[in-house]
């Protein structure tokens, strides 16, 4: 695809439940993002991938989540035993390396925790 | 603390008057600033970059080191520019890390 393609674009789940949101970057793209929003704020960091590896996960609020990129190119972000404040829209974003300083971000996948 | 302050939730002012959005932020190193965008339903990107000094859709932003500032302007708003706007820091080394600011809604009326 031409841009950033994340999904689901909408997840309701109940609490305690498990899920996994998936990105899948620009193709060539080798950094990949994952920021959370919550309402009425701005993006907060959680990770970063250079290729297959997490070179920065200190976004990442608790050991509750975890992100992989097998393969360099699609990632998942999985939450464990999901919590109603992890109710947010999750955004990842692609550059075509570290320093050029333009992430293209996907629509976004909006998770609520009822 | 690296932070990035938006004083304006909401900022709204009638096409063709001048329009400023305040970004603020607090860093000890040598920051990259960033304004992006979100139009109506559509996703966030960049609208400017301040090591690019360029001047994107008649918006510039320079960043004044002495005050931490990095306020975008532009001198006659348009319809088109009613979006939510993000002022965001980076570090040189990795500038896709980013540190976003609230945001400030821009409502431009007829």
């Known amino acids: 695809g031409a841009g950033v393609s994340q999904t689901p674009s909408n997840k309701v789940t109940e609490k305690g439940k498990y899920v996994e949101l998936r990105c899948d970057p620009i193709s060539g793209h080798t950094a990949l993002y994952w920021y959370r929003q919550s309402l009425g704020q701005g993006p907060e960091f959680l990770i970063y991938f250079q290729g297959t590896g997490a070179a920065d996960d200190s976004g990442l609020p608790n050991d509750r989540f975890f992100a992989v990129r097998p393969e360099g190119s699609v990632s998942t972000l999985k939450i464990q035993r999901t919590e109603r404040g992890d109710s947010a829209v999750y955004l990842c974003a692609s550059s075509s390396g570290a320093n050029t300083g333009e992430l293209f971000f996907g629509e976004g996948s909006r998770l609520t925790v009822l | 603390a690296q932070r990035v302050t938006q004083p304006e939730k909401l900022l709204s002012v009638f096409k063709g008057a001048p329009v400023e959005l305040k970004c603020n932020y607090s860093?000890?190193?040598?920051?990259?600033l960033f304004w992006y965008v979100q139009y109506s339903r559509q996703r966030l990107q960049l609208l400017l970059r301040?090591?690019s000094r360029e001047s994107i859709k008649g918006f510039t932003a320079d960043l004044n080191k002495g005050e931490t500032s990095f306020h975008l302007k532009k001198p006659f708003a348009q319809e088109e520019d009613s979006a939510m706007y993000y002022c965001a820091l980076g570090r040189y080394s990795n500038t896709g890390k980013l540190i976003f600011g609230q945001g400030t809604t821009l409502q431009v009326k007829p």
């Open positions: 301040h090591i």
């Open positions: 860093y000890s190193g040598s920051p990259e």
